[in-house]
Nanobody, 124 residues
Framework: HVQLVESGGGSVQAGGSLRLSCVAS????????MAWFRQAPGKEREGVAR???????SYADSVKDRFTISKDNAKNTLYLQMNSLKPEDTAMYYC???????????????????WGQGTQVTVS
């Protein structure tokens, strides 16, 4: 079982930046895929970015060239650097983990086994 704890959310003006962090309770870098999802009020949860055990990344079209997913293996920590934030980025952001080396295709909620509690991002 893996516990995930997100942090780094907050309120920011449009055009600003935030960096989200997700600390895992156990070593996940070598054989887990990790991802960030978000859910705005009244909307379904959507995949934002994914990184697999090889370091390959995938992004939703809406965040490409603005968001960057990365991980620090030594710290068991996943990051999401968010730049040029827009009001439509306002949502609860969740970290997720899949106990497998690689995932292909879209960033799908159903693929992920472990979830954090979320951190709120508000862009005005």
């Amino acid at each position: 079982h893996v516990q995930l704890v997100e942090s780094g959310g907050g309120s920011v003006q449009a055009g600003g930046s935030l960096r989200l962090s997700c600390v895992a309770s156990r070593y996940t870098s070598s054989r887990y895929c990790m991802a960030w999802f978000r859910q705005a009020p009244g909307k379904e949860r959507e995949g934002v970015a994914r990184i697999d055990s090889t370091g390959r990344t995938s992004y939703a079209d809406s965040v490409k060239d603005r968001f960057t997913i990365s991980k620090d293996n030594a710290k068991n920590t996943l990051y999401l650097q968010m730049n040029s934030l827009k009001p439509e980025d306002t949502a609860m952001y969740y970290c997720a983990a899949y106990p497998g080396f690689v995932l292909k295709g879209s960033i799908a909620e159903a693929d992920f086994t472990y979830w954090g509690q979320g951190t709120q991002v508000t862009v005005s």
